[in-house]
């Protein structure tokens, strides 16, 4: 886990904010860390049609990098990784093949997954999983 930056996660155990604040402020800290490693972030929260969603597309180097966001305040439900399902990654590789058809070229892709733990007045913490899964999955058996 790394502390990001000297950022204070700005709110008191007693009046957590919204769910959507957070996913907003937790995506933003996953972005700057992932800037502060060295990447560009192409895009936030894409979505085409019912395709799912891609909540940052970044590249470093030649990689294209398909980033799922999880947060939390604290790990007492496990990690939000946990949270990144069968289900989960199929919608993300749906928007995914969505994206790199319309990019129309072969180009190396990776699916990262970026935990961030935003505890109530203290620095966000960032875990960031590399090749968290693979684009397509493997065949059934």
């Given at each position: 886990m790394r502390l990001l930056h000297n950022w204070n996660c700005p709110?008191?155990?007693?009046?957590?904010?919204?769910?959507?604040?957070?996913?907003?402020?937790?995506?933003?800290?996953?972005?700057?860390?992932?800037r502060a490693q060295g990447y560009k972030v192409l895009?936030?929260?894409?979505r085409m049609g019912a395709g799912g969603?891609?909540?940052l597309v970044c590249r470093k180097g030649d990689m294209l990098i398909f980033a799922e966001v999880k947060r939390a305040r604290g790990t007492r439900a496990g990690r939000p990784a946990r949270r990144v399902n069968h289900h989960k990654r199929e919608l993300i590789?749906?928007?995914a093949l969505l994206w790199l058809r319309r990019l129309g070229r072969e180009v190396p892709v990776r699916m990262d997954v970026v935990e961030v733990l935003l505890p109530p007045g203290q620095k966000p913490e960032i875990n960031h999983i590399l090749s968290a899964?693979?684009?397509?999955p493997s065949p059934s058996r």
């Open positions: 709110w008191a155990e007693d009046s957590p904010p919204s769910a959507g604040y957070l996913g907003e402020y937790g995506e933003l800290a996953a972005a700057s860390y992932l895009r936030h929260r894409w969603e891609l909540d590789r749906r928007a899964f693979p684009l397509r």
